[in-house]
């Protein structure tokens, strides 16, 4: 069985911002392993931080040499610097029930078996600003953890592309693909056009 690494939306009005990156993490030292830099196959690094169940794995499983593919939440305050947090590595063979020998195994086909590849994200979310003259969109993503000793786990994503002013407001599911340091609008969908009204 094939582990999916973006899963499959579970409810209609699931917000989420995730994605994966193929490419190696750089710790900034052997001392801070959480936090370092991702650098893909192009040689592009973005700020990343490792999350704590993904750490255990980082230790125990990852040679630091080697190039994986990196299950990501993106953060951003604008188009030019994308912030990344690991939740997990994508590894079908290593970290999966999947007995295969990985040698003969092309990732990014098994990728495209699931409708994904490279640098895809699902974000799904409140449309709150668009930008027509930037062409730039802002989607508002609530956690789903309602703790309350966190105060405000909601954040603003910042992607690259158009949408229309009258979907302002409506909860949006985005397919987007990360470019550099920026995320880039590839398809959108209109999941429900009234949230104003029941908030």
């Not at 917000?15 to 991702?38: D, V, W």
């Not at 690991?86 to 590894?91: E, L, Q, T």
């Not at 668009?130 to 993503?141: A, C, D, F, L, Y």
């Not at 789903?144 to 979907?167: I, M, P, Q, R």
């Amino acid at each position: 069985m094939l582990k999916n690494p973006i899963p499959k939306v579970t409810n209609q009005l699931q917000h989420r911002a995730i994605g994966i990156i193929n490419g190696k993490f750089t710790p900034h030292g052997s001392e801070e392993l959480n936090r370092g830099f991702l650098i893909d196959n192009k040689g592009e690094k973005i700020e990343t931080v490792v999350l704590g169940k993904a750490l255990s794995l980082l230790k125990k499983h990852i040679d630091l040499k080697k190039s994986y593919y990196w299950i990501v939440y993106p953060k951003n305050k604008n188009t030019q610097k994308l912030h990344l947090q690991v939740a997990g590595i994508w590894d079908p063979y290593q970290l999966n029930d999947f007995s295969n020998d990985s040698s003969k195994t092309n990732f990014s086909k098994l990728l495209e078996e699931l409708d994904l590849k490279d640098n895809y994200f699902s974000v799904r979310g409140e449309l709150v600003f668009v930008n027509t003259k930037k062409k730039e969109i802002i989607i508002k993503i609530c956690s789903a953890t309602k703790s309350k000793n966190l105060k405000n786990t909601n954040f603003k994503l910042v992607v690259k592309g158009e949408l229309s002013l009258e979907f302002l407001h409506c909860f949006v599911s985005l397919d987007i693909n990360r470019d550099g340091n920026s995320l880039k609008l590839i398809n959108y969908e209109v999941i429900d056009k009234n949230l104003s009204e029941k908030n």
